[in-house]
Nanobody, 132 residues
Framework: QLQASGGGLVQAGGSLRLSCAAS????????VGWFRQAPGKEREGVSC????????YYTDSVKGRFTISSDRAEGTVYLQMSSLKPEDTAVYYC???????????????????????????WGKGTLVTVSS
């Protein structure tokens, strides 16, 4: 239901755009997040977007460099990555979380956005390698 693509090898300072094709769930009820996992490190949340109103969130290390967006007609979420650094090297995953149901239990996206275990669906990762 989630398919990430767009990874590759890029030099430091360069750009890449990741895509996450989503299907099989109601767009308005979900948020989609991008996570990454570097070798030997834990998976970390990078950015997420509330699909029904476009509210976006970014972790501090990517603010001003990454932009998340969604195309409702295409059912796709994008992560535009610019000014890439070697420390951005990781496998990037997209994931979807049912925020509508969680809101009924008082769990806002702002509280759970970086908690990987809260996400309901995961796509296979795409590798981003940034050379120095």
């Amino acid at each position: 239901q989630l398919q990430a693509s767009g990874g590759g090898l890029v030099q430091a300072g360069g750009s890449l755009r990741l895509s996450c094709a989503a299907s099989g769930f109601p767009f308005n009820d979900y948020a989609v997040g991008w996570f990454r996992q570097a070798p030997g490190k834990e998976r970390e949340g990078v950015s997420c977007i509330m699909l029904y109103d476009g509210t976006t969130y970014y972790t501090d290390s990517v603010k001003g460099r990454f932009t998340i967006s969604s195309d409702r007609a295409e059912g796709t979420v994008y992560l535009q990555m610019s000014s890439l650094k070697p420390e951005d090297t990781a496998v990037y995953y997209c994931a979807a979380v049912d925020v509508y149901t969680r809101a009924a239990y008082g769990m806002s996206l702002d509280r759970i956005k970086w908690t990987a275990n809260e996400y309901d669906y995961w796509g296979k990762g795409t590798l981003v390698t940034v050379s120095s």
